[in-house]
């Protein structure tokens, strides 16, 4: 129903919905001065309810006729002006509608969730739609009507919603739009307290436990023996009200009373005991006991039960008596609530420390919002970390209130125990993708509500409502991991610059291989730069100690004051082709397998780094060469011998490895190429003794498994490590002696602009895992392409020599940092109507950019994607380079379906 604009007050609210712009919605009497900026309500929209926020309010609208809003979810804003701001930048500068990028501040389950309710109409035809449309049908008639996470649940996937709307248009079925409530609500736990004074327990006594007709009857014999003297006969106590033979006899069990030889009754030493626990007195006295150590405050019931060995019933009882209360409260889930840190004072600095402290704390204090940003580059094991403690504590100290962020939740671990070693744990918070539901919203209350100033976590940790932020740190501010892969698809280093700009906070961007863009703006001078050159290994006292104890000759250098250094281990390049003419096919060198003995050999560590899982990379015939692809992508499928099935990495797809060719029918299928699971296999043979872990998405699927390979392998309970990308990043192993890089040319040779910048990154981090203790380190780097540029600056620890190649390749072919690129994919089951969409969008954006005289934009011819089909999807690509080409979308209704990415992380 619509009603007049009779109201004065509207709300402008954004959805969660592939809409480029805000509605007006009047506020009703019941709501009036209710509805805050940034609250969270809900409306009608077309013709279903949807969740939509506030992003202001107005004493007119836009249009004649409004909708009311329908409830206010949350008397609160749920996002502050600041974050409403960030949004509207966001959306503007990664051209994706406001409502998507407001999302992205609120934590999972918050919201109520939209689905789709389908029924099978009573009319449907009797034909039979397409084999993928039909098992919807098929479930349909076999359970009724259903919502659409039912039916994923069922159908196990998504793909049955691609053809929903050809059911629809056919007359086979009906649909319409619901809400699922909120998954995310406070926890309530039941709790009980004493109802008297702690000191009055003793009083208690003689209320305590639970009359029954056994202890009714007990207190009766026991009383008529007091008045007889102590003892009566069998035939008095048949005579006492109520006693009959049975009775008699359970109470005679119990040991409350005591038959005679002579038949006479009388009461045990300890009846008055034997009945008190008879009536249960014996638990009731441990729970008013278990509560009164609690000083009257409420207790969590699980407590009670497990110190006091009682149950429901047993509080019910004491409630009942008046002795207790039993309510609930709310429970705070928070993931370091168990967490137990030892406290450390800040160790002294180095002078290029002080040096980099110096740099750091003039952008802290600095006015300017244009000098408050700093790159801060130091080689692998340099301190970067210190620099960002003390920037924390600086930050904390003056009031205001810090993010700290890694690329990967392996890396939290190490973080967190860093932090919680210097900072209130009761002010500080992880945020990551691998916390539930539950703990994310948790976080997010007690954020907003002003409890916390520390913010430790991965992109989303950035999202956390910080209402006085005066530092943001990005560690490994190069990591492709900060790029989000789907819409908005920001990159987390823009969006914490912008929000920096935003509160007036510092930003400090940390890494031993700087992105080439953000050291090109160091260069320029847009932001500071700060230098870590050399290697920390400890403070002079405490290494000549670990040297005595262990026997070894210290290898490092003074470097100032009390700190000592030493040298980026050794790289020692081998050319794997040299090794196939000697006739070795194994997968280690002989050089690293010597290196992997003498390591073992010295009761030492070792890493083995490769950056790719499984067991073969892919399965292939001999005999024509056809390759196993996966049905739904244009992409080998690699096969993992501990399921002994092929996966598909890209849409997830498993099936059953190939017993002979599909193509020609040959038997003579080979599994090619190495993966962890592989690697370890091989380890296994030539190392049978040395115990393996392997470390990759197979392996560690949350945060739990990242933390206990890591407190594994660190408590020395395994001699290597072999793993992927999660092993390179910034880790601090310090009996790691040896780093084997089984293949450093996994990537190298990709159609893509940053695959040697990505590839030099990985090698010169993993390199950086060795050495890092006081018995130095070696790499060993096994390659097919010695001579290829990036393997020779990678092996030389050479990042100054690496940034110059690459920032003149960047200049001479226009691509970023020296002109921005847009990508725009396009998808579709049907290959033809894929190529066309591109084509009429290569027209379109063209027109636009003649009519905007964008004379500076390039844009390419669409061309299919490197991965041209992904999970059953077509896929084409266009791509837009210049100044600002991103400004081609201002105004412009972008057509549904059009993947838009700026300053996209790969081209594949």
Same mark, same amino acid.
């Given at each position: 129903?619509?009603?007049?604009?009779?109201?004065?007050?509207?709300?402008r609210?954004? /959805?969660?919905?592939?809409?480029?712009r805000?509605?007006?919605?009047?506020?009703?009497?019941?709501?009036?001065?209710?509805?805050?900026?940034?609250?969270?309500?809900?409306?009608a929209?077309?013709?279903?309810?949807q969740p939509?926020?506030?992003?202001?309010?107005?004493?007119q609208?836009?249009?004649?006729?409004?909708?009311?809003?329908?409830?206010?979810?949350?008397?609160k804003?749920?996002?502050?002006?600041?974050?409403?701001?960030l949004?509207?930048?966001?959306?503007?500068?990664y051209?994706?509608?406001?409502?998507?990028?407001?999302?992205?501040?609120?934590?999972?389950g918050?919201?109520? *969730?939209?689905?789709?309710?389908v029924?099978?109409?009573?009319?449907?035809?009797?034909t039979?739609?397409p084999?993928?449309?039909?098992?919807?049908l098929?479930?349909?008639? %076999?359970?009724?009507?259903l919502?659409?996470?039912?039916?994923?649940?069922?159908?196990?996937?998504?793909?049955?919603?691609?053809?929903?709307?050809?059911?629809?248009?056919?007359?086979w079925?009906?649909? @319409?739009?619901?809400?699922?409530?909120? *998954?995310?609500?406070?926890q309530?736990?039941?709790?009980?307290?004493?109802?008297i004074?702690?000191?009055?327990?003793?009083?208690?006594r003689?209320?305590?436990?639970?009359?029954?007709?056994?202890?009714?009857?007990a207190?009766?014999?026991?009383?008529?023996?007091?008045?007889a003297?102590?003892?009566?006969?069998?035939a008095?106590?048949?005579?006492?009200?109520?006693?009959?033979?049975?009775? /008699?006899?359970?109470?005679?069990?119990?040991?409350?009373?005591?038959?005679g030889?002579d038949?006479?009754?009388h009461?045990a030493?300890?009846?008055?005991?034997?009945l008190?626990a008879?009536r249960?007195?014996?638990?009731?006295?441990?729970i008013?006991?278990v509560?009164?150590?609690?000083?009257g405050?409420?207790?969590?019931?699980?407590?009670?039960?497990?110190q006091?060995?009682?149950?429901?019933?047993?509080?019910k009882?004491l409630?009942?008596a008046?002795?207790?209360?039993?309510?609930?409260?709310?429970?705070i889930?928070?993931p370091?609530a168990?967490?137990?840190?030892?406290?450390?004072?800040?160790?002294?600095?180095?002078?290029?420390?002080?040096?980099?402290?110096?740099?750091?704390?003039?952008?802290?204090?600095?006015d300017?919002?244009?000098?408050?940003?700093?790159?801060?580059?130091?080689v692998?094991?340099?301190?970067?970390?210190e620099?960002?403690?003390?920037?924390?504590?600086?930050?904390?100290?003056?009031?205001?209130q810090?993010?700290?962020?890694?690329?990967?939740?392996? /890396?939290?671990?190490?973080?967190?125990?860093?932090?919680?070693?210097?900072?209130?744990?009761e002010?500080?918070?992880?945020?990551?993708?691998?916390?539930t539901?539950?703990?994310?919203?948790?976080?997010?209350?007690?954020?907003?509500?002003?409890?916390?100033?520390?913010?430790?976590?991965?992109?989303?940790?950035?999202?956390?409502?910080?209402?006085?932020?005066?530092?943001?740190?990005?560690?490994?501010?190069?990591?492709?991991?900060?790029?989000?892969?789907?819409?908005?698809?920001?990159?987390?280093?823009?969006?914490?610059?912008?929000?920096? %700009?935003?509160?007036?906070?510092?930003?400090?961007?940390?890494?031993?291989t700087?992105d080439?863009?953000?050291?090109?703006?160091?260069?320029?001078?847009?932001?500071?730069?700060?230098?870590?050159?050399?290697?920390?290994?400890?403070?002079?006292?405490?290494?000549?100690?670990?040297?005595? *104890?262990?026997?070894?000759?210290?290898?490092?250098?003074?470097?100032?004051?009390?700190?000592?250094?030493?040298p980026?281990p050794?790289?020692?390049?081998?050319?794997?082709?040299?090794?196939?003419?000697?006739?070795?096919?194994?997968?280690?060198?002989?050089?690293?397998?010597?290196?992997?003995t003498e390591?073992?050999?010295?009761?030492?560590?070792?890493?083995?780094?490769?950056?790719?899982?499984?067991?073969s990379?892919?399965?292939?015939? $001999?005999?024509c060469?056809?390759?196993?692809?996966c049905?739904?992508?244009d992409?080998?499928l690699?096969y993992?011998?501990?399921?002994?099935?092929?996966?598909?990495?890209?849409?997830?797809?498993?099936?059953?490895?190939?017993?002979?060719?599909?193509?020609?029918?040959?038997?003579?299928?080979?599994?090619?190429?190495?993966?962890?699971?592989?690697?370890?296999?091989?380890?296994?043979?030539?190392?049978?003794?040395a115990?393996?872990?392997?470390?990759?998405?197979?392996?560690?699927?949350?945060?739990?498994?990242?933390?206990?390979?890591?407190?594994?392998?660190?408590?020395?309970?395994?001699?290597?490590?072999?793993?992927?990308?999660?092993?390179?990043?910034?880790?601090?192993?310090?009996?790691?002696?040896?780093?084997?890089v089984v293949?450093?040319?996994?990537?190298?040779n990709?159609?893509?602009?940053?695959?040697?910048?990505r590839?030099?990154?990985?090698?010169?981090?993993?390199?950086?895992?060795?050495g890092?203790?006081?018995m130095?380190?070696r790499?060993?780097?096994?390659?097919?392409?010695? @001579?290829?540029?990036?393997?020779?600056?990678?092996?030389?620890?050479?990042?100054?020599?690496?940034?110059a190649?690459?920032?003149?390749?960047?200049?001479?072919?226009?691509y970023?940092?020296?002109? %921005?690129?847009v990508?725009?994919?396009?998808?579709?089951?049907?290959a033809?109507?894929v190529k066309q969409?591109?084509e009429?969008?290569?027209?379109?954006?063209?027109? $636009?950019r003649? @009519?905007?005289?964008?004379?500076?934009?390039?844009?390419?011819?669409?061309?299919p994607?490197?991965?041209? *089909?992904l999970?059953?999807?077509?896929?084409?690509?266009?791509v837009?380079?210049?100044?600002?080409?991103?400004?081609?979308?201002?105004?412009?209704?972008?057509?549904?379906?059009?993947?838009?990415?700026?300053?996209?992380?790969?081209?594949?």
């Amino acid at each position: 129903m619509h009603y007049n604009q009779t109201m004065t007050n509207y709300a402008r609210v954004a /959805l969660n919905a592939t809409v480029d712009r805000t509605f007006d919605y009047h506020i009703p009497p019941q709501l009036a001065d209710r509805v805050p900026v940034g609250g969270l309500v809900r409306v009608a929209f077309g013709t279903a309810q949807q969740p939509a926020i506030v992003v202001g309010l107005s004493a007119q609208a836009d249009i004649e006729q409004t909708k009311p809003i329908l409830e206010l979810y949350d008397p609160k804003p749920v996002i502050s002006a600041e974050q409403i701001a960030l949004a509207e930048w966001l959306a503007a500068r990664y051209v994706c509608p406001l409502g998507m990028a407001l999302w992205g501040f609120l934590p999972p389950g918050l919201t109520a *969730r939209r689905d789709v309710r389908v029924r099978l109409r009573a009319d449907a035809p009797t034909t039979a739609p397409p084999a993928p449309q039909q098992k919807l049908l098929d479930l349909l008639r %076999r359970r009724g009507t259903l919502s659409g996470e039912q039916i994923t649940r069922a159908l196990k996937g998504a793909g049955w919603r691609r053809g929903l709307d050809a059911l629809r248009r056919g007359g086979w079925i009906e649909t @319409e739009s619901m809400l699922h409530a909120p *998954r995310a609500k406070p926890q309530k736990i039941q709790v009980a307290a004493l109802n008297i004074a702690p000191e009055h327990v003793d009083h208690a006594r003689g209320r305590l436990g639970k009359r029954t007709r056994l202890t009714d009857s007990a207190r009766r014999l026991l009383d008529a023996c007091h008045d007889a003297g102590g003892t009566i006969s069998t035939a008095a106590a048949l005579a006492v009200r109520g006693i009959g033979a049975a009775t /008699l006899e359970s109470v005679l069990d119990s040991g409350v009373m005591v038959a005679g030889d002579d038949g006479s009754l009388h009461p045990a030493p300890d009846a008055e005991a034997r009945l008190f626990a008879l009536r249960g007195g014996e638990t009731d006295e441990r729970i008013l006991r278990v509560l009164a150590r609690e000083g009257g405050a409420a207790m969590d019931v699980s407590w009670v039960y497990a110190q006091a060995g009682a149950e429901l019933a047993d509080l019910k009882r004491l409630a009942e008596a008046g002795l207790i209360v039993i309510g609930e409260r709310e429970n705070i889930r928070d993931p370091l609530a168990d967490a137990d840190f030892v406290p450390v004072s800040a160790p002294p600095l180095t002078d290029d420390q002080r040096a980099a402290w110096g740099i750091v704390r003039r952008a802290i204090t600095a006015d300017d919002t244009a000098e408050k940003a700093v790159l801060l580059h130091g080689v692998t094991g340099s301190g970067k970390t210190e620099i960002y403690l003390r920037a924390v504590a600086d930050v904390l100290d003056a009031g205001r209130q810090a993010y700290l962020l890694v690329p990967e939740i392996a /890396l939290t671990t190490q973080m967190i125990r860093r932090v919680l070693a210097r900072f209130s744990p009761e002010r500080t918070a992880i945020v990551h993708s691998g916390l539930t539901d539950g703990q994310r919203y948790d976080t997010w209350r007690r954020a907003r509500a002003g409890e916390i100033d520390l913010v430790v976590g991965t992109r989303a940790a950035l999202f956390t409502p910080l209402s006085d932020v005066g530092l943001i740190v990005l560690d490994e501010e190069h990591d492709q991991s900060y790029k989000a892969p789907d819409t908005p698809r920001y990159h987390l280093r823009e969006v914490a610059g912008e929000m920096a %700009r935003i509160h007036g906070a510092a930003l400090i961007l940390g890494s031993a291989t700087p992105d080439s863009g953000t050291r090109y703006r160091a260069e320029r001078g847009e932001i500071a730069y700060a230098g870590l050159p050399q290697r920390i290994m400890g403070h002079r006292v405490r290494v000549g100690e670990q040297a005595a *104890r262990l026997g070894l000759e210290s290898r490092y250098q003074a470097i100032g004051g009390d700190a000592l250094a030493i040298p980026l281990p050794a790289v020692d390049v081998v050319d794997m082709r040299d090794e196939l003419k000697a006739g070795n096919v194994s997968i280690f060198s002989r050089a690293l397998e010597a290196a992997l003995t003498e390591t073992l050999r010295r009761g030492e560590q070792a890493i083995l780094f490769l950056n790719r899982r499984g067991t073969s990379t892919y399965v292939f015939c $001999r005999d024509c060469g056809a390759v196993a692809l996966c049905p739904r992508c244009d992409a080998a499928l690699t096969y993992h011998a501990h399921a002994a099935d092929l996966h598909c990495h890209h849409c997830g797809y498993r099936g059953a490895p190939p017993e002979g060719c599909s193509n020609c029918g040959s038997k003579r299928v080979r599994y090619f190429g190495a993966g962890t699971q592989q690697v370890e296999e091989a380890f296994k043979a030539a190392f049978p003794a040395a115990v393996a872990l392997r470390w990759d998405r197979d392996t560690a699927r949350s945060a739990g498994d990242h933390d206990m390979i890591l407190t594994r392998f660190t408590a020395h309970q395994a001699d290597v490590l072999i793993g992927t990308q999660m092993i390179a990043k910034g880790l601090d192993l310090p009996l790691v002696t040896l780093v084997g890089v089984v293949s450093a040319d996994v990537g190298l040779n990709l159609p893509d602009f940053r695959a040697e910048e990505r590839t030099f990154q990985v090698l010169s981090q993993v390199a950086g895992r060795a050495g890092r203790g006081m018995m130095g380190g070696r790499v060993i780097l096994q390659t097919y392409q010695p @001579e290829h540029p990036v393997i020779r600056y990678a092996a030389a620890h050479d990042y100054d020599g690496f940034y110059a190649h690459t920032i003149a390749n960047r200049r001479e072919i226009g691509y970023p940092p020296f002109r %921005r690129i847009v990508r725009i994919v396009f998808s579709d089951e049907q290959a033809h109507r894929v190529k066309q969409s591109a084509e009429s969008a290569f027209t379109a954006l063209r027109e $636009r950019r003649d @009519e905007l005289e964008m004379t500076g934009t390039e844009i390419n011819a669409p061309v299919p994607c490197f991965y041209g *089909r992904l999970n059953g999807l077509y896929r084409w690509q266009m791509v837009l380079r210049g100044p600002n080409p991103s400004r081609i979308f201002a105004g412009f209704a972008v057509p549904r379906g059009w993947q838009i990415d700026v300053d996209p992380a790969d081209m594949l």
